[in-house]
């Protein structure tokens, strides 16, 4: 006899869902938290201002970052299907489904930029693990860096190693793959960064790197630095491309969606923080540039684990937590693909992620060789590597995120959104008007004042 739920899948197999809330937080946390905490935002906060860069952004992550999430879940489990199956359900016969087709498009872009820098971190945990950076002088750390990126195979190579490891979690599923692995590495990843903070912030001079990181300079402060925070935020907590949609249709109907997004946002937050404090006082520690570009990571972190007591085992510990937090934020954006693929196309996990994970190493190959090699694979000017980063997370995700709130506060439906947000009456939600006012106007208003202003189009 068939049960509901495959019934209500046109007869394909019954669908998967997180079997607790720690399962939920942790896999959508692991989502969140990344490359875009660890990598990107200590340097992105280092080139704009320091603390200043750092009050936008946590306005923008509780004023929008929240509410879009929030209306992401919302969308997912009221509907339990992918991004596009969501849209087609809510709204049958219109254009709506297309926030679901540009999800699925973003989700290709970033996972092959995103699993092209993750390949990175795996050469630099094998060079830690084989002891590479002690006695090196800065010169001898920057060859090792180019040297890597002047082979085209070795990036390649471990980019291919990232991808089939995130295909075979997403494969196992995502109670017995996604969530069962998510759960044991998020609290190790949390664990790490504690260790490293403390390093960092007992070195001598410690106080200079967090001087630099808290202390406000407005005049660094323009269009481009805050549509460059929207944009940190939206990425940073994988919101506006339906990752959180498909995670949210993974829920059960019995959670209590504020909890659960105030919690994945707080972690997320918290680590991109904690990311900061690892990294800046250690280079102002030992007198290093802290707004070194995207190469933070890969050549002065290097350089301080070469000179610090104790860097080979706080340099192993620091890659093997970039490599955790890549894995657990690849295995969510293929998620959504794999979603899709199996529910819309009707083809099996495997087929799909198969399928899936192919498209993304041939895109992520074409990037990786853009960087450095090929650089002719460019659009205009930027290589495709740079185009993938700054249209997914400067465009398509604001312009989701825009699109999602816009159908949640105006389209949904008011009792449904208090039903869906309440569990039929289990939680009181108390934020519920001012979570409506926001998604209706300020955010919506916020999202694309923002994004014209930083494209140039409407300038004031
Ligand atoms: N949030 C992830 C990070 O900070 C990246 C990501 C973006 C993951 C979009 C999923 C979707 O690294």
Redesign the pocket.
Known sequence: MKTVSQINNKGSQPRDSFGSKFGFIAATAG???????IWRFPYITGENGGGAFLLIYLAFIVIIGLPVMLSELVIGRSTQRNPFGAFRKLKPGSKWFLIGIMGIAAAFM?NAF?SVVAGWTLEYLVNAITNQFSGKNTGEITALFTNFQGSAWRPVFWLLVFVAVSASVVLAGVQKGIEKYTKILMPVLLVLIVILCVRSVTLPNSAEGLKFLFNPDFSKIGPSTILIALGQAF????IG?G?LITYGSYMKRNENLGSSATSVVFADTLIAILAGVAIFPAVFAFGISPASGPDLVFLTLPNIFARMGGGFIFGLLFFFLLVV?ALT?TI??LEVVVAYFSEELKMSRKAATLLASAGIALLGILCSLSLYKVPEISIGNTNLFGVLEYVSSNILLPLGGLLIVFFVAWLFGKDKLKNELSSNGKYKIGYYAIYRFIIKFLAPLAIALVFLNGLGILTF
């Open positions: 989502s969140a938290v990344g490359l875009g905490n970033i995103y990425f940073s907590l994988s491309m990752t937090a934020s969510s954006i």
